[in-house]
């Protein structure tokens, strides 16, 4: 494994009963490395994992219940089982199941410097609490970040190559639609040109809708520029 990357585990059970998940993890040598149980999801993230096999035992933490269960591993370099995310466009997708964790990856090509902008919505709003972890190239967390209704991360590039989205509700325990988006500040794509001058109207119609606009100056070094956003109508907007 890589110095930098992390690997998560995750167990849950998809009916909400009173099956509660246990599970242990051992390292290549045997050793003990975690205990992690919960009601509905339990959840251990591995970082600066040795190369080698680990062993998980899931287990129902009393034994006294059956039930089906997920076992889900995921990490954070050369990733499997991702999805593409395109710069500027407004993804939604599905969290279907109890522990269920969706990955993206998106390329920055160039521009060390610039900001990237990466958000998750609950679509609509309910008891979903959306979660992403960002993680860089070598597959070391940029953020953790989470939110009742929309979660966002703003970073500054300073690595060009893929980089990893893991997106998921935070407790585990609910389930719903979702929005993902992706933007970068140079060369953006997905933008529209805005006209000196015009009024232009638009509609933020999702939770987490990012939309982008350019526009360009030619000459007047030390001229000033007005920039203005408003509600249309007055609402809560």
Not at 9 to 20: A, L, N, V, Y
Not at 111 to 117: N, T
């Amino acid at each position: 494994g890589s110095s930098s990357e992390s690997v998560i585990i995750r167990m849950s059970e998809p009916t909400s009963t009173s099956f509660s998940c246990l599970f242990k993890v051992y390292g290549p040598s045997g050793n003990e490395l975690t205990e992690q149980g919960g009601s509905i999801c339990a959840e251990f993230i591995l970082t600066n994992p040795q190369n080698g096999t680990y062993t998980i035992i899931a287990e129902e933490s009393g034994g006294n219940v059956t039930g089906p269960y997920t076992i889900f591993v995921q990490r954070s370099k050369d990733s499997g089982n991702v999805s593409s995310l395109n710069f500027g466009e407004n993804l939604s997708s599905n969290i279907s199941s109890f522990g269920e964790l969706d990955t993206y990856t998106f390329h920055i090509e160039e521009g060390i410097g610039q900001s990237v902008i990466v958000r998750m919505s609950d679509l609509p709003s309910t008891g979903f609490f959306p979660l992403i972890r960002v993680f860089s190239p070598s597959g070391q967390q940029l953020s953790s970040v989470t939110s009742n209704t929309c979660a966002e991360f703003v970073f500054t590039v300073v690595d060009t190559g893929q980089y990893t989205v893991w997106a998921y509700e935070s407790g585990g325990d609910v389930t719903g639609a979702y929005g993902m988006v992706v933007q970068k500040s140079l060369n953006p794509d997905n933008a529209s040109e805005l006209i000196f001058g015009n009024n232009s109207s638009n509609t933020i119609s999702t939770f987490g809708q990012v939309d982008t606009y350019t526009f360009h100056i030619e000459e007047g070094i030390g001229q000033s520029v007005i920039v203005r956003m408003s509600d249309l109508p007055s609402t809560g907007f």
